[in-house]
């Protein structure tokens, strides 16, 4: 079996080939006359007319010998079959087909439209041109990427061998639009916020810092962007949302990359049970619109978005799944204690509610596969989430879980500077005691806050996450493009 280099030391000699036969292998124009799909949604009246076409894509197959050539080609959307006939082509261009094409190479090929025996549609070259030679060989079409790792870190060979993988992102694109007419059509706006920021602030994680060399100073990378988003409802703005990269610099697993994409809004007077009616709504509309039905698979299991969402407290969580009787007034000693029998690691930072954040991730979170809000966590869990007024031990928040996987956090949005900035006291206290996953004191979002906010409802949405669910996909990198590796050493 040839190695890579010497398969590219012969595809440079037919390069060659091309160049002495005068054919430009990159050309600037392609004279194509419609895409593949077009070709063949037409393909009745266009066979019956004789009319010359052109197209143009990439060489995904050849087979034939002799005087005849047959071609798969693929355009991106669609593939067609491909003929070449010595005596149809005019010139050399049947012995330079033979000569110097490839699989992988893209070519522009014009003819007529007709049906072989076995019924496929076919296109009969008349004439062809390069329109860019391949250098390195696709992989094997039966094995294709074996290497996990080196999927994701050749998307594009990824893209090529594999039409879900394809089919997958097309998917996730359908997402994010039905996403954003949901939002246009509910009156919001859609507005931008700095991804560079002097405190990362609005989320409780750890920020990537950058240097920013004209200003001499440091920058944090966005972690989220509720703060700039509630500034505007202060200014004035009702309904505002983003669509953007976050940057969080935090651990790598299933449902976890350093850069992924989350939507963030804010609704001026509403609140967190607003917010639930409305996301409800958005969810039911986005899987009946891209998929017509409510109901789709994730990991052998039916999940139904058409019935009423299920709603449970945090702390009922805990009971019902991790079976402790008291989680309101559990001491810190007895909580530990609990976690070491549900095989959850507690580090000697941990705070109270990181023990049973981690509690509910292990042992309740997977339980959850129909659509799910969890309500009323302990005030502790958000510095930005107002109290509930009948228990102020409690926030007004609530997560959206379905499939095992957390889509959604929202709350109604602290508007109180005073308790705002008591919060802020608080995680400026942890930091000290070393949890770096804290949303620091922002003197310049209290100052906002003082000249009057709105009371408001805020969601925040991992896109990612959503096309994990609706993709029947297990792992967050198979749903980003480029998703964060180790570079090769």
Known sequence: MASIEEIRAERLKKLEILKKSGMNSYPIETKRTMSVKDAVSSFTKLSKTKKKITLAGRVTAIRGQGAIAFINLQDGERMIQGFFKKDELKGNLFSLFQDAVDIGDFIECTGILFETKRKEKTLLVKDWRMLSKSLRPLPDKWHGLQDVEERFRRRYLDLVMSPEVRERFVVRSKIVKEIRQFYNDAGYIEVETPRLQVLAGGATAEPFVTHHNALDIDFHLTIAQELYLKELLVGGFTKVYEIGRKFRNEGIDTTHNPEFTMLESQDAYSDALGQRKF?????????????????????????NFKKPFAVITFYDLLKRHALIANPETISREELILSASQLGVDVAPTDSQEKILDNIYKKTCR????QPTFIIDYPVSFNPFAKRKEKDETLIDR????????????????LNNPVDQKERYLEQDKKRKEGDNDISPSDKEYLEAMEHGMPPNGGIGIGIDRVAMLLTDTKNIKEVILFPTLRPKE
């Open 398 to 413: 609530f997560q959206l879980v379905a499939g095992g996987i957390e889509m959604v956090n929202a709350f109604s949005e």
């Open 366 to 369: 997977p339980k959850l596969i």
């Open 279 to 303: 996301i409800e709504k958005l969810f039911k509309s986005v899987v009946k619109n891209i998929f017509n039905t409510y109901i789709i698979s994730y990991g052998g299991n039916n999940i």
